[in-house]
């Protein structure tokens, strides 16, 4: 008996540090995924509203009745090509296909959408060949482009089946993947339209958005086919595939899903626009965004840090609520600052940067706490559905959500473009020359107003189940269970 009682112990230990010390993702790999990490920030994204704006010129009422049929689009297409995906099996893997075979038409195809005003030049906003040939392109892209995003979240998990060896990659990618210059794009991209704005140089808005579109987006996809081509799939695939259906019914049925569910839909109620905007109109500079960054640039890295001291201290539901309400007071404050002087101070560039700069500089030290307790309150929500059911739902809870904010989003979408609109924004002005009323709410739609249209997503935070101590039960019971099933698992190997 007590020999069986160390052959069984023995094969436990076996399988719980059946990975330690295995590292499947050599050298070159691993360079590689770095640079496709890297890849995912280097563009000027950033800039599409401007560049649909005041380049394409594509007309808010026809853009916004554009968005909802995209949108429809986007929603519809995420269902059957999930489907397809998963049905997948090739000697090269199940999402290799995929990322390889769509990822250099995709490359072509987003190159293209930064040459619209190559083809269509001083065309109005309502002008039918463009319209067609942008929202055509619009929906062949996002085809195109849904198929290599839905691969690629799968691949990332498969290319090593070692869980310690993903979590190395993501922090080497986090710490290293910025000092690289992935926001160097945007920062260039910045200083050109003011140089051009203030008629520094003689080039014109559209070639500079033609050069850095296309160019970036050739130079990040080539870092990301490298990618593909160096990994490989290393974790078979089960032919399960997920229900949506049973990830509606986990909403529902695990009341901290449904509340986080909850709080992000009416957050996502909340209108904003870019400070972009707002830099680029009423204080003339993009580059002053950068600039006003660079205090606060060191804040983001410290506040980590804080995270485990905090965590020990307080509950997950307190710091969850805490981010929202501080961050809420702060860009609070700028807007109220901006108010004075007769409601004119917000037109001042001094003062408006050093406001503007000590609110990224306040929020900067809770960025830690936003990132960390957002990802970890899921995991505690799906653990909460194992401790409670006995089973956990992370694929298919994930894909319902995205369904429903998408949906939503597809409205909002829609919405902002003709509140656009509304506030008398002219498409093709030369910038930094709207009216005072269109200067007053680009700065109140950074401000005050997503602010208060986002308010209700504190609601749900509160009624938040999990307090500390019931947290430290529910994983002592877990991990329980799960050294139980460890257990039996390992008997049934031994009596294989």
Do not use: H
């Not at 509203?49 to 949108?71: Q, S």
């Not at 990618?227 to 974790?235: A, G, L």
């Not at 229900?243 to 909403?251: D, L, T, V």
């Amino acid at each position: 008996m007590a020999e069986q009682n160390i052959n069984t112990k023995e094969k436990e230990n076996a399988e719980v540090s059946y990975y330690k010390g295995r590292s499947y993702v050599g050298v070159k790999e691993t360079v590689s995924y770095l640079f496709n990490d890297w890849s995912n920030s280097f563009n000027i994204n950033g800039f599409n509203e401007r560049y649909i704006w005041d380049v394409v010129n594509i007309d808010f009422t026809v853009n916004a009745v554009m968005n909802l049929v995209t949108a429809a689009w986007d929603i519809i297409n995420d269902t059957f090509i999930s489907v397809i995906v998963d049905g997948t099996r090739t000697r090269i893997g199940k999402f290799r296909p995929f990322l390889i075979g769509v990822q250099m038409p995709l490359t072509l195809l987003s190159i293209f959408s930064w040459l619209i005003p190559l083809f269509f030049p001083a065309t109005n906003g309502t002008y039918l060949p463009k319209l067609i040939y942008y929202y055509l392109f619009l929906i062949i892209n996002e085809t195109a482009g849904t198929f290599t995003s839905v691969a690629k979240s799968g691949y990332m998990s498969t290319i090593t089946p070692n869980p310690a060896e993903r979590i190395r990659l993501i922090t080497l990618a986090e710490l290293l993947t910025g000092y690289m210059g992935e926001d160097m794009p945007r920062y260039i991209m910045g200083v050109l339209i003011d140089l051009v704005n203030k008629k520094v140089v003689s080039w014109k808005l559209s070639s500079v958005f033609m050069v850095m579109g296309g160019g970036t987006a050739l130079i990040s996809s080539i870092c990301t086919f490298w990618f593909f081509m160096q990994s490989k799939e290393r974790v078979p695939q089960s032919l399960e595939k997920p229900s949506i259906k049973e990830g509606m019914k986990a909403i529902v049925s695990n009341y901290p899903v449904l509340l986080m569910c909850l709080s992000e839909f009416l957050g996502n109620f909340s209108i904003s626009k870019s400070e972009t905007n707002y830099f680029i109109d009423v204080l003339g500079s993009y580059s002053l965004i950068t600039i006003l960054n660079i205090p606060s640039s060191f804040n983001g890295s410290i506040s980590y840090s804080f995270v485990k001291p905090l965590r020990k201290r307080f509950s997950s539901k307190s710091l969850w609520i805490f981010n929202d309400i501080y961050t809420s007071v702060i860009t609070t404050a700028v807007f109220l600052f901006g108010m004075t002087k007769k409601k004119t101070m917000f037109y001042k560039t001094v003062p408006m940067c050093i406001a503007f700069g000590l609110k990224e500089w306040f929020i900067k030290w809770s960025w830690g706490i936003s990132k960390v307790i957002t990802a970890d309150l899921w995991n505690e929500a799906m653990d909460y559905c194992e401790w409670k059911n006995g089973y956990r739902m992370e694929a298919t809870t994930g894909v319902a959500k995205g369904l429903i904010l998408k949906m939503q989003s597809a409205l909002l979408g829609s919405v902002t473009s003709i509140i656009m609109k509304k506030i008398g924004y002219v498409q093709g002005l030369e910038i930094g020359t709207q009216n005072d009323r269109t200067k007053f709410w680009e700065f109140a739609l950074c401000t005050i107003v997503p602010t208060v249209t986002g308010i209700l997503r504190i609601v749900p935070k509160f009624l938040w189940p999990i307090t500390k101590q019931r947290r430290e039960l529910m994983y002592e019971e877990l991990a329980k269970r799960r050294q139980e099933n460890v257990m039996g698992y390992a008997e049934s190997i031994k009596e294989s």
